[in-house]
Structures are given as C-alpha cells and as structure tokens.
C-alpha cells in the first residue's frame, strides 16, 4: 500500500475543499494506507519567489518538513480550487518554493533536458470550480488542471496523474456535496 501525502492547496481551510481532503485521507488511512496530512493555509513561508531561480532563497522550516512529506510518499493528493482559470496564489507560491531545482527537478549540462527527481510517486488532483465543467474544458481548455499534471508534476516525473473534478460548487446543494465526498471516499479506499 502506497505511503500518502494530501496536500490541502486552499488558503482558507473552513471551505468545502477541507472536507473533500478530509475524507479521502480518512478513507486512505482506514484501508490501511500510511497518510500525512500538508494544509497550506497552515504553514508559515513566504509564498514569493522574490530573484526567480537566480538566487538561493532559504526555504523555511515548514517548506523543508513539506519536502520531506512529498518525498516520503509514493503518492501525492493535490486538492485545491480553481480561481480565475487558476490555482490560488497561495497554492503556486508554494510550488515556487517548495519544487525548486535540485529538488524537484535537474537541469542537465546544457540546459536542453532534465532529470525528473519525483520519479516514482502517483498523484490524484481532486479539482473544485464554481464554473461548470463543460464551460472550463471548452472555453480554458482545462488550464488549471493541465498546468498542474502536466507542466508541474509530470515535468517533475510523478505519473500518472489522475483529476476528479468538481464543477458547478457555488450552486451545489446537500446532496450533491454528499455524493462527491462519497466519491473522495472511494477514491481515497482504492489510492493508487
């Protein structure tokens, strides 16, 4: 059974989000999975990347524990939101930070290819959006989720990458919201 890494991406923990990440780490650990459990909105680190990659910025203890949380397990669980065709900036900053070079990935002499140094872990995006899905595919093509599968952990060599997704959250009722944390429930059971 993989070792899990949930990462809660939303920097407000008291939205429905916390719920979805709750269950499917309780659902995980109940299947007798190994979990820990990373909120951002709990952390303490400065999300801005203030000189780019030029210039070593120390990364803070929180970051240094959240490496060592990634690296630990063979799976990751991203759940965030979707903002403005976006993850929220508390979200990115911390993929600034925290997925930097010589840890996340590695440049080969050169420059033209890299080593993917996540190799060997899975991840599960649960995605939520007040816009509905088929507007978000159609008219943004996915950019969120395809920004983080593709040009983030598979550029880092976590594959697969499998998204469930929530549309439709603001206009949501009871029990829908029932439904979709049933889901996280067994997606959670079946971790892979």
């Known amino acids: 059974m993989p070792c899990i890494t949930v990462i809660h991406a939303h920097p407000d923990t008291a939205f429905f989000g916390r719920a979805l990440s709750e269950a499917y780490a309780d659902a995980a650990r109940t299947a007798g999975h190994e979990v820990r459990d990373l909120r951002l909105a709990d952390l303490a680190f400065d999300p801005i990347l203030h000189h780019g990659y030029r210039e070593i910025q120390p990364l803070e203890p929180d970051l ?50 890299w080593d993917r140094l996540l190799s060997g872990r ?50 949501s009722i009871s029990a829908r919201r029932a439904a979709w944390l049933d889901r996280v429930r067994t997606l959670g059971t079946h971790a892979r």
Do not use: N
Request: aromatic share 16%; charged share 20%.
């Open 122 to 171: 899975s991840a599960r995006l649960i995605v939520t959006m007040d816009a509905p899905g088929f507007y978000d595919r159609l008219a943004y093509r996915a950019s969120s989720r395809r920004a983080m599968s593709h040009t983030v952990l598979r550029f880092c060599g976590v594959k697969p990458v499998r998204v469930t997704t929530f549309a439709g959250m603001k206009a």
């Open 64 to 113: 240094l524990q959240a490496q060592q949380d990634i690296k630990w397990a063979e799976h990751l669980v991203f759940q965030y939101p979707t903002w403005w065709g976006s993850a929220p900036a508390l979200f990115k900053g911390f993929l600034d930070r925290a997925f930097v070079p010589g840890w996340a990935f590695k440049y080969r002499d050169g420059g033209r290819f």
